[in-house]
Each structure stands twice: as C-alpha cells, then as structure tokens.
C-alpha cells in the first residue's frame, strides 16, 4: 500500500491514540491560595489561623495533616479544605503543586536544625527544600518565647539563608509593656531578625527618622493601640 501523505496519517493515528487517553487539563488553582502544612500535633493552632487569615485576606486556603491532628483540632470551618497529609496521596499533591504559598506549623525543633544543612530525609524537610527550588514562598510559622527563640536563632538564620521565611508570631508586635521604648534603627533590625511584618505601638512613642526609612525599607506595617475610652 502506497502512503501519498505521511504528515495525513501522522495525523490521523495521533488523533486516534489521544482520542483513546484520559486525558485531564492541568490543574489549577485560584492565584489566592496557599497550603498550609502541621506534619506534627501543634499547640496554639488558632493563633496561627488567625495570623494568615488577617495577613493573607480572601485566600483559599488548603490545610493539610495527619490523622492525629484531626482527632485533637476541629477543621470544620468552611473557609479551609482539609487534605490528608501523606506524599502518596494524589489530591495533595496537586494541590502542593498547584499553589505558590506555603505555610508550615508545629515544625520540630530537630527538624528545623536538620533543614538548616539541607538535610531532607524526612517527607516534610523534602517537601519544604523541593518547594523552595521551584521558587513557591514558604513560610515557616513559630509561637515562642523570646527564651526559646534565642536558643535557635542560628538555626533561624540558617532557614533564612536557605531562602525561606521563618515568623515567630510572639514576635509580630510591641506589648504595652514596652510603650516607652524609643523605636531607633538598631531596634527594627533587631526585630525584623525574629520574622517581624507588622509592630503595634502607643501613639506616645518616638520613631526615628532612621528607623522610618528601615521600616519603609523593610516593608514593615505600623499599627497603633486603640485608646480606650
């Protein structure tokens, strides 16, 4: 038998074979979305949420655990869609390639110092490290003491380096306690280097005009206390 087209025919049998696969479009989510990960039982859950939902407004937001977390923590909140924390479910890790921001919480002390030299043998510090290569933000979520933190603030800066966003939410805000502190240049810096974003301050407080241009730089939001009346 004589072909007389060959690009035809090409054409004709690729139609054919395509015909005959399931073939799903890519999967893709709202640009607004991000996963947020607890690969371990964490404390303080709520103050997390409330974090991400006041900096990251009308995002879709994924959570994903284990079981263990579900059995101490109530998901059911129509704002979030709960995923089963496991490399071998499919849903998830569409969702964990489809989104550009990552949170993780509850994140061991051991894991954290294991992440800092790249060491990704376990599941959560692969996910984290190979995440961070195809340039997703990830957000490595703390509540802790100033105590704690200063113990591990090498181990922070390290994460950093690697290029990924470590927030101590303790750490988000001025307490009353601290109303007569003069917020200098020195002062920010020290405080951006435990994951500040945002401070809160008494209106009778000084911001000098080095520390106005390092919070501008910064990208640092000020709030201010409400006065009571």
């Known amino acids: 038998m004589e072909v007389n087209n060959l690009d035809k025919l090409a054409k004709i049998v690729t139609t054919n074979i395509l015909g005959k696969l ?4 890519e999967f893709k989510l709202n640009d607004k979305s991000c996963l947020i990960l607890v690969p371990n039982i964490g404390l303080g859950f709520d103050d997390y949420y409330k974090y991400i939902i006041k900096n990251y407004p009308n995002y879709d937001l994924y959570l994903s655990s284990n079981l263990e977390f579900t059995q101490t923590h109530s998901v059911n909140n129509d704002k979030i869609k709960y995923l089963n924390y496991d490399i071998k479910n499919s849903e998830f890790i569409k969702i964990l390639e489809a989104v550009n921001t990552i949170f993780i919480l509850g994140l061991k002390i051991s894991q954290m110092k ?6 990704d043998l376990e599941d959560i510090n692969h996910i984290i490290l190979e995440s961070v290569m195809v340039n997703k933000s990830v957000n490595i979520l703390l509540n802790t003491n100033g105590l704690i933190f200063n113990k591990i ?9 690697i290029g ?9 805000a001025i307490s009353k306690e601290n109303s007569n502190v003069l917020i200098s240049e020195s002062y920010v810096l020290n405080l951006r280097e435990n994951g500040l974003k ?8 000084i911001i000098t005009p080095l520390a106005k ?4 730089e910064l990208k640092i939001n000020v709030e201010y206390h409400k006065e009571e009346k």
């Open 213 to 216: 241009d390092k919070l501008r």
């Open 22 to 25: 399931d073939y799903k479009p």
């Open 114 to 119: 294991a992440l800092s030299v790249t060491d």
């Open 164 to 172: 990924i966003n470590v927030i101590n939410i303790q750490q988000n």
């Open 153 to 161: 603030v090498k181990t922070v800066k390290n994460i950093r380096n």
């Open 198 to 205: 945002s401070i809160i301050l008494d209106k009778k407080q």
